[in-house]
């Protein structure tokens, strides 16, 4: 359950797009943009300010594709605002890895440790607290370097864009070469999940082999729920989701090619002044295990005195006059 903490935020922004786009599907056609007090107000201040924004773009631009270069623009203008961020997450989720790899030695005595069947609950959280520790004092966070924040600031903008379209007669009947921006489109959905599964690969470019399999999992948690939401939402959502996954295979590859070489040199100097700090070793795992081995023996011996001395009690009293 624990390795699975990391993907909830991811997940439940994710369902929230999802339920929030469903919502304000229901709420009426192109011609009656919602009043309600909460898509009322995410009309008002995010979705109609985009659709001005919007009509321009696609005014200036001109011809059929108009309305789609436009999302393309608002989505470039708003991943370069991001991109300082971004890079700085990843930056921090690198230096992480790094340090994580110089720390497996441990980690594998602890996590092998725990997948004993028989360990007692005492022995399970002494295990659990040298992990905390070992993190700890090495300056680790258990949380992992990356967070759900670009992904937050992002949500307005995805409801912006589709309530935008939706409610916006010019916007509606916009296509882009031939995709309609009002309704789902496959076509677009497998080139944001391509670009989605193209970025979680080079992510895993020059990691070691034992953090590569435990980071697996993410690799492939991302194109999946790109699927699902591209989906599950309009063509102008989905669009602006595609071309935000293929910046972010551009912004991989720098991470990959240009700040890895840099964090891992970073990293060899630091551990050169303060050297990976030693919490577990196989002599203090023994020994944590030794103490339960004993334990039913000394239990076996204390029983055994216990029933000699009720033995040699018994004596005495039939000894007795």
């Known amino acids: ?13 994710c369902l929230t797009v999802m339920l929030f786009v469903t919502a304000c599907a229901q709420n009426g056609g192109v011609n009656k943009p919602p009043t309600g007090f909460i898509y009322g107000s995410i009309y008002k201040f995010i979705g109609k300010p985009m659709q001005n924004i919007m009509l321009y773009f696609s005014n200036l631009i001109g011809g059929a594709n108009g309305a789609g270069w436009a999302i393309i623009i608002m989505t470039f203008v708003v991943r370069m605002i991001l991109l300082p961020l971004m890079l700085n997450q990843q930056k921090k989720s690198t230096n992480q890895q790094e340090k994580m790899a110089r720390l497996q030695p441990q980690m594998k005595l602890i996590q092998d440790t725990m997948k004993r069947k028989d ?7 002494t295990l659990a607290g040298w992990q905390r520790e070992l993190y700890s004092k090495n300056h680790l966070s258990l949380t992992g370097g990356m967070g759900c924040l670009p992904l937050i600031i992002q ?14 007669k010019s916007l509606a009947s916009s296509s882009f070469f031939g995709i309609s921006l009002s309704s789902r489109s496959i076509s677009v959905t497998v080139f944001a999940t391509i670009f989605a599964f193209a970025q979680g690969y080079l992510s895993l470019v020059g990691i070691p082999k034992e953090q590569k399999k435990q980071m697996q999992s993410m690799m492939l948690m991302n194109p999946i729920m790109t699927l699902f939401i591209c989906l599950s939402v309009s063509g102008s959502v989905a669009l602006y989701w595609a071309a935000g996954n293929f910046f972010s295979v551009i912004q991989q590859l720098i ?9 891992k040199k970073e990293v060899d100097e630091e551990l050169k002044r303060e050297p990976i700090t030693e919490v577990v070793t196989k002599e203090k795992v023994d020994e944590l295990l030794n103490v339960k081995k004993a334990s039913p023996a000394q239990s076996q011996q204390t029983k055994q005195l216990h029933e000699n001395l009720r033995n040699r009690n018994k004596g005495k009293q039939q000894r007795r006059p």
């Open 1 to 13: 359950m624990k390795k699975f903490r990391k993907y909830i935020g991811l997940i439940t922004v």
């Open 119 to 125: 360990l007692n609950q005492d022995q399970q959280m």
């Open 155 to 168: 949500f307005p903008i995805m409801i912006g864009i589709y309530d935008a379209v939706m409610y916006s």
């Open 255 to 263: 991470v990959t090619y240009i700040i890895m070489p840099k964090v």
